[in-house]
Structures are given as C-alpha cells and as structure tokens.
Nanobody
C-alpha cells in the first residue's frame, strides 16, 4: 500500500508564493511518474504539472512560467513551487503517483487547500 502525504498549502495574497511537498511511502518498487492535480468544487480535477522518471515535464498552460515541479527520487518526494499566484489558482491540490507502469496515476494524496486572495 502506498501513502502520499502533502504539505505546504495555505492562504497567500495574489502575487505570492507557496511550495507544496508530497512524500511517498509504503510498498513502492518503481515510481514511473509523479504529478500534481487541482480541483475546484463543482469542476473536474485538472493536471497542473507532472514529471516522469526520465525527467520529462508537463505543465498546464495556465501555470507555465509560474510553477515549477521537481522530484527527489531518493527521498520519494515531489515538489511544486508556485510563484506569482493568482486568485484563479485557488483549489485543492492533489499529489499523484504512478507505480504500476500502466500509464495512469494509481495513488493519490488527501489534498491540500491553496487559497489565493486578491
């Protein structure tokens, strides 16, 4: 069983920064990809950024140039540095992990709230 623990969410003013962290533990043999999603109440969960084991990175267009994803493979931690935050970035942010090599995320964190005030 895989556990993901997120931290770093909170309340910040527009233009500010936050850094999210997600630590993975449990029965993990291979990490194929790690990513961050976000969800606003009443809307579908959307990909924010993800990074494969080979280091390929994807960003949502809405966060390009402002957010940076990185991972520490040895510690099994993925980070999301969020700069120049906007009120529209307000959401619950979820960490995701692909451990089965099936091309989809199979483990999810509990979510951390990010609120950006104008």
């Amino acid at each position: 069983q895989v556990q993901l623990v997120e931290s770093g969410g909170g309340l910040v003013q527009a233009g500010g920064s936050l850094r999210l962290s997600c630590a993975a533990s449990g029965s993990i043999f291979v990490i194929y990809a790690m990513g961050w999603y976000r969800q606003v109440a009443g809307k579908q969960r959307e990909l924010v950024a993800d990074i494969t084991g080979g280091g390929r990175i994807n960003y949502a267009d809405s966060v390009k140039g402002r957010f940076t994803i990185s991972r520490d493979n040895a510690k099994k931690i993925v980070y999301l540095q969020m700069n120049s935050l906007k009120p529209e970035d307000t959401a619950v942010y979820y960490c995701a992990l692909e451990t089965r090599g099936a091309g989809e995320y199979d483990s999810w964190g509990q979510g951390t709230q990010v609120t950006v005030s104008s």
